[in-house]
């Protein structure tokens, strides 16, 4: 018999709304102090609240005994109600199911947490004690005298109440005993915020970017990155992988930003840099493709829900034909309608759209980095490597996919929540419990799996590097493999090194179909709940048939938006990171720029006078010491001495790829530096000492020179420089492809291309740098003659060892340690029987 309790309407009515608001102020109570204690303060500000294991141990204990007291206390509310065993508040369940929800989260912070927010979870047990003796007193107070259930459901809340407050004493104890100036230089308040995963997941730790622990410590990452986010832990090469170093040193950049912006607020204002270039501000076709995107995510939203509504009506529609005999052909229309061609049409044009816009930011982002970094100075090039700049180009690019993460992310979240919505009106709370829980589970059985993934794929990473490499040492050396027979050898170690690769992909496979497996079960698991839910309300004859079809085709709507979010937090940071190595790029200023009044360059005779220069590239460590000669316009200086005298580095300093430290280079009679460095390097050709081609025909490779010139300009050069018998030899003869790095000349044959480039190219000022090193004697011979041709009327550098090849220059350089020891012409500089004579002396003796 059912027992009744005399109620006053007024205290049900104050639980009803106590019951909605306690949740929701505890929930925003501990998670904005955190949070906004992440956004506006950096690392090192941050207090820390290292506990010791004991302590730490018993508080992770009394949180999931807190959710145990309200999942029990949501079962016996649930029950007593169904079973009409007693006249329960209706907000009771809304209560207790929505604190599972709360104090679940809490306690996967504290859990995972390496070191706890504890403010924020004595603030959260200290709201909890509140709220539950509030509510208890209030529902003691509708108790009846025979209510067993009431009475045991109070009991309950006061064991809960002992927990809060346990809970609270404790924590105020480790406070009040702890040493702040200890914890202050904390390891995790140094580590980057996207860094150490690998400790972490060792350790079953999390970060404070989940912003509950006070030091960032999580490995977020990404399957493109991850091999080189795992700077802790992982396979035991730490240090051995460039990679690895490039993305600490990226990190540790990132960290120091992040310090000086003053929190993550701060930080993230500084990208919006890129936000004018990745945003189609003037570019019309763009701008309309967001528009008609907006419109199809817009018309989805509607058709998301709609297609599963339609499609429950039309069950039941058929279902009711059986006793009218007559086809549901206005159901079956609408339906079809809605799910094809309105559906596939919108789905259609919202790839067409979502693929145009990220194309036009990667173009956008791409064409900027690439732009810099052919700007930056020789200094950037030379001390970088070419996988790091690409790299660094590569990710920044990557950074345009994050409006296709903006666009796909934010519609299924509110797919989502729409879903929640309806859902819990059109059934109960149940319903949203049962929604809520299992995105929950499955965030956490994400997250877990994405701390292992880290590790897995690192090591991935490495193995594929390792495959990658050693083929293509190998190929590359096949003579030297060959030489030496050792064929055998290198089928042993890429066998093996593929292998390793195998190995370790399929760890990463077999893991990733673990995870998928327990993702999947957990999505199951909730979708078997809620249709038994309304399989139970059917049975009851409180909802239809055409309510459980309803569910069960819109439960796609749910799980996706579940199965997205994990992937989407980890894309999101993944973009961040992305972000940071193009920010790093284009804050990366080129040493040697225009100034801000450089003019364009005007050319007299081609006087060329060096004035007290010296330069070093480490100031302990000079390079040249006060060097000063004048080349008259016509004449030919030659630049003679052993090697690391600093001969390559002066004319290196005449194309003003680096500048003087002191002194000046002035070109009749202009101060380089006071000069545009595009018509500087407009009237400068030079032969360099190792010449490089690109992997095209030989007369795109002249042309690229001089690209107005014509293909019979171009042949009369490859003549002049005595390479064009050579050329017509080739089967293709100009249109023959060189290969990459010119495989397909000799060096010599290489060097008397570069000499035709320079020949076409009609400089004003010709710089040789060792131009004649690589050939015979004979094409020494007749190259001279054509160097002689171009020279005149033109001025011209020379750097020589053979001194053969300067005997006819007008002025002829010795530099010895970076300083000009002798000078003269080749008659005066041996009657003089210093350095130079010495020099041609062996060189004659060895001849």
């Not at 107070?141 to 459901?153: I, K, M, P, Q, V």
């Not at 540790?252 to 004018?276: C, D, H, I, M, N």
């Not at 596939?344 to 145009?356: E, K, M, V, W």
Request: proline share 3%; with cysteine.
């Amino acid at each position: 018999m059912r027992t009744t309790l005399e109620t006053s309407s007024s205290v049900v009515s104050a639980l009803a709304i106590l019951h909605i608001v306690f949740p929701v102020v505890n929930a925003v109570g501990f998670a904005v102090w955190p949070v906004l204690r992440a956004l506006t303060q950096s690392p090192s500000r941050r207090t820390t609240y290292a506990i010791g294991p004991r302590h730490r141990s018993w508080l992770q204990r009394l949180s999931p005994l807190v959710v145990l007291t309200f999942i029990w206390e949501g079962i016996v509310s649930s029950a007593t109600r169904d079973l009409d065993t007693r006249a329960s508040v209706p907000s009771e369940t809304l209560y207790a199911f929505s604190s599972i929800l709360i104090w679940f989260a809490i306690s996967i912070f504290l859990i995972e947490g390496e070191s706890p927010f504890l403010p924020a979870y004595i603030l959260a047990w200290a709201l909890g004690a509140v709220f539950d003796a509030i509510t208890l007193g209030l529902t003691s107070s509708t108790l009846a005298e025979n209510d067993w259930w009431g009475f045991h459901l109070v009991g309950v809340q006061a064991l809960r109440i002992m927990l809060f407050v346990a809970a609270c004493l404790h924590c105020l104890v480790v406070l009040a005993k702890r040493d702040p100036s200890r914890e202050k230089a904390t390891v995790e308040e140094t580590r980057s915020l996207l860094h150490g995963g690998a400790t972490s997941a060792a350790a079953g730790g999390t970060t404070d970017d989940g912003p509950w622990t006070s030091a960032p410590t999580a490995e977020y990452g990404s399957a493109r990155a991850a091999g080189g986010t795992n700077d802790d832990g992982g396979d035991g090469n730490d240090g051995s992988d460039e990679e690895d170093e490039e993305d600490k040193e990226i990190k540790s950049k990132q960290q120091k930003r992040l310090e000086e912006a003053g929190g993550w607020l701060g930080y993230l204002k500084t990208l919006t840099v890129f936000l004018p270039v990745i945003l189609p501000y003037n570019h019309r076709p763009t701008q309309l493709w967001i528009i008609a995107l907006m419109l199809c995510i817009g018309a989805q939203r509607f058709l998301t829900y709609m297609v599963p509504r339609q499609f429950s009506l039309l069950t039941e529609a058929v279902t009711q034909s059986t006793a009218t005999g007559q086809a549901p052909w206005k159901e079956l229309i609408i339906w079809t309608l809605l799910s094809f061609p309105i559906g596939s049409g919108l789905t259609t044009i919202q790839s067409l759209a979502g693929t145009r816009i990220s194309q036009f930011a990667y173009q956008q982002l791409t064409t900027l980095a690439f732009r810099h970094v052919m700007n930056l100075s020789m200094d950037y090039h030379t001390s970088k490597s070419t996988g790091r700049v690409t790299k660094a180009i590569e990710q920044g690019s990557n950074l345009g996919y994050m409006l296709d993460s903006l666009y796909e992310t934010a519609p299924v979240f509110v797919d989502f929540f729409v879903a929640l919505f309806i859902l819990s009106s059109r059934f109960d709370v149940t319903m949203g419990f049962i929604i809520l829980a299992t995105s929950m589970v499955h965030l956490y059985v994400a997250y877990k799996g994405n701390l292992k993934t880290v590790q897995i794929e690192r090591k991935v990473n490495e193995t594929s590097r390792v495959e990658n490499e050693t083929l293509y040492d190998s190929i590359t050396n096949w003579q030297t493999v060959a030489y030496h027979n050792r064929q055998k050898y290198e089928e042993s170690r890429y066998a093996t090194s593929i292998w390793n690769a195998i190995q370790s992909q399929r760890a990463m496979y077999d893991f990733h179909q673990y995870i998928g497996m327990a993702e999947s079960c957990v999505m199951k698991i909730g979708q078997v709940t809620a249709m038994a839910l309304v399989a139970k309300r059917v049975a009851n004859g409180t909802d239809s048939i055409s309510s459980f079809i309803f569910v069960l085709s819109y439960w796609a709507t749910i799980s996706y938006p579940i199965n997205m979010m994990a992937y989407n937090i980890r894309a999101a940071t993944t973009h961040v990171i992305d972000a940071e190595w193009l920010y790093q790029l284009m804050q990366t200023k080129p040493s040697v720029q225009d100034k801000p009044c450089a003019r364009d360059i005007k050319m007299h005779g081609g006087q060329v006078e060096f004035k007290n220069v010296s330069f070093a590239y480490d100031p302990a460590r000079p390079i040249l010491q006060d060097v000063s000669f004048t080349a008259q316009p016509g004449q030919r200086v030659a630049l003679v001495g052993e090697t690391g005298g600093g001969k390559s580095t002066t004319l290196k300093l005449l194309y003003r790829f680096y500048d003087v430290t002191a002194g000046s280079i002035s070109i009749d009679g202009q101060d380089i530096r006071d000069v545009t460095l595009t018509s500087l390097r407009d009237i400068l050709g030079a032969v360099p000492q190792d010449p490089s081609v690109f992997d095209q025909t030989l007369m795109q490779n002249l042309l690229y020179a001089r690209p107005g010139a014509s293909e019979a300009e171009a042949v009369e050069a490859c003549k002049a420089a005595r390479i064009h018998h050579q050329i017509m030899k080739f089967p293709d003869g100009y249109r023959t492809k060189l290969g990459e790095r010119g495989v397909r000349l000799s060096g010599g044959e290489l060097q008397r291309l570069a000499i035709a480039r320079v020949i076409l190219r009609r400089p004003k000022i010709v710089v040789l740098d060792e131009a004649t090193s690589a050939v015979d004697s004979e094409t020494e011979s007749l190259i001279q003659q054509a160097i002689g041709a171009l020279s005149a009327g033109r001025t011209v550098f020379m750097i020589a060892h053979r001194l053969s090849t300067v005997m006819g220059a007008d002025l002829i350089l010795v530099v010895d340690q970076g300083r000009v020891v002798e000078r003269g012409s080749h008659g005066e500089l041996l009657a003089l029987g210093g350095k130079y004579a010495r020099l041609w002396n062996m060189q004659t003796l060895v001849r």
